[in-house]
């Protein structure tokens, strides 16, 4: 077992392997020997199949099989004892590999292209400069939060008069000529809010009216939308095109919607009890919630704008195109060469970041625990509770719903990675200079308006 290595130049090289009988004999005859063990011919007795019968039988498939075997663990063998930066997989030569015929040949050669990562280390200083978006937490933001909270944690009243907001229930009946029509539409749970009527008129029918109270109205007239019709009359969009007439509607209960007054009751529900005491420090506790938001949005477009930066600073990085374009092609079914060409460049721009990232992780011996791991878990869980305006969540449910997300293997996969390039982002961060800039969370968000 013989391997040569051929350097075409920094990124591409040639690995020749020879493979000569004595290789690969003893494997051979073992495994033709196992075979013949349980081999079931006809005329034979189990294990009493000639030995040349189940080489001409089987010899050659096996022959392929470890001969194929061998090439593997050599080749990869051979490139990690040379501590070879291979990019992508071997691929057989093009021009110099000749056929391989298993039936007539005792010694075999294979010849596979080598694409090599380029050589290269990280340096990053002062010099290097990269803005850093610190995004200020207005009044109007912490104003909207309360009235979010406000909403949320309001509570449904029973009246007495209906105003424009309010959700009235009752029974509709079709009219005919000013009478109920007995054949016509009726409904014993009929539900509509003034509000979204389009027509004041229409509006103006049931705003003022009072509970048991009996009104005529036009719900055609009232609503123009044909779904929203159809919603109230439990009818088919179809039907409801047909429907012109007045009905009646008696009205049986008016439910109306209080936001919570900012008080300690509010403060409980958000924070816990007794965890905030006054409306100073409610705001203060949302101003820093708010913060800690913005923070990773911070972060983030760090990450997008130091990414960019470090990958400009190594644009003179060379790689071996032509092999990566084949490797790609050959390995990818669904995409075209026209595909290829329009993507590539961002295909390099992304594994120069990789190798970019694996220097630094190496450099800094950046590892990533279970805690950080988890540590993300919770903050991505806080966050979705947030989403939904549930601060304050007990630590409890915060990491049983993290422990929930890193069931899923392919989440708890892209979080590690997520950490891992955090680190990474924060070694940047302390080695280069940051432009920091106080800005809008409004002009913050124009950056990414394409």
Do not use: C, H
């Amino acid at each position: 077992m013989n391997i040569v290595r051929k350097d075409i130049d920094q990124n591409n090289a040639i690995l020749t392997l020879s493979i000569e009988k004595a290789d690969y004999t003893e494997k051979v005859e073992k495994t033709l020997r196992e075979y013949r063990k349980k081999a079931n011919v006809p005329g034979f007795r189990p294990g009493m199949v000639p030995a040349g019968l189940i080489k001409k039988m089987y010899g050659k498939a096996v022959l392929a099989e470890e001969i194929n075997k061998i090439v593997s663990d050599e080749l990869y063998k051979y490139i990690t004892d040379n501590k070879i930066n291979m990019l992508g997989e071997p691929l057989p030569n093009e021009t110099e590999q000749k056929e391989i015929d298993f039936a007539s040949q005792e010694d075999f050669e294979f010849v596979f292209d080598l694409g090599i990562a380029p050589e290269f280390e990280v340096e990053l200083t002062k010099k290097d400069k990269i803005k850093y978006y610190d995004i200020t937490v207005s009044e109007e933001m912490i104003d909207n939060q309360v009235k979010s909270y406000q909403s949320r944690y309001g509570k449904y009243v029973q009246e007495e008069v209906v105003e424009e907001k309010d959700m009235v229930k009752g029974e509709i009946l079709e009219l005919t000529d000013g009478k109920v029509n007995e054949k016509g539409i009726k409904l014993s749970d009929a539900v509509l809010t003034p509000v979204y009527m389009k027509d004041d008129t229409q509006k103006a029918i049931f705003v003022g009216a009072a509970k048991g109270s009996v009104v005529t109205f036009n719900p055609a007239k009232a609503f123009d939308n044909d779904a929203e019709l159809a919603s109230l009359l439990k009818v088919s969009k179809d039907e409801v095109k047909d429907i012109v007439s007045d009905f009646q509607f008696t009205i049986e209960g008016i439910t109306r919607y209080y936001e919570a007054e900012v008080n300690q009751e509010l403060f409980d529900k958000v924070y816990g009890e007794g965890l905030v005491s006054n409306e100073t420090e409610f705001r203060t506790k949302i101003k820093e919630s708010i913060q800690e938001n913005l923070s990773a949005d911070s972060e983030y477009k760090f990450g997008v704008d130091a990414k960019e930066v470090v990958i400009a600073k190594y644009n003179s990085l060379t790689f071996p195109d032509a092999f990566l374009k084949r490797w790609v092609l050959a390995t990818n079914n669904n995409i075209t060469v026209e595909t290829l060409e329009e993507e590539y460049p961002k295909m390099i721009a992304d594994l120069k970041w990789q190798l970019i990232k694996d220097k630094i992780t190496k450099a800094n011996e950046l590892k990533v625990e279970a805690e950080d791991v988890n540590e993300y878990a919770k903050k991505m869980a806080k966050a979705q509770f947030a989403q939904y305006g549930m601060v304050g969540m007990d630590d409890e449910i915060i990491a049983n719903y993290a422990k929930d997300i890193l069931k899923k293997e392919e989440t708890a996969k892209s979080i590690i990675e997520r950490v891992v390039e955090n680190k990474v982002f924060e070694v940047v961060k302390n080695a280069v200079k940051l432009d920091t800039k106080e800005i809008s969370i409004e002009d913050f968000n124009k950056m990414f308006e394409n």
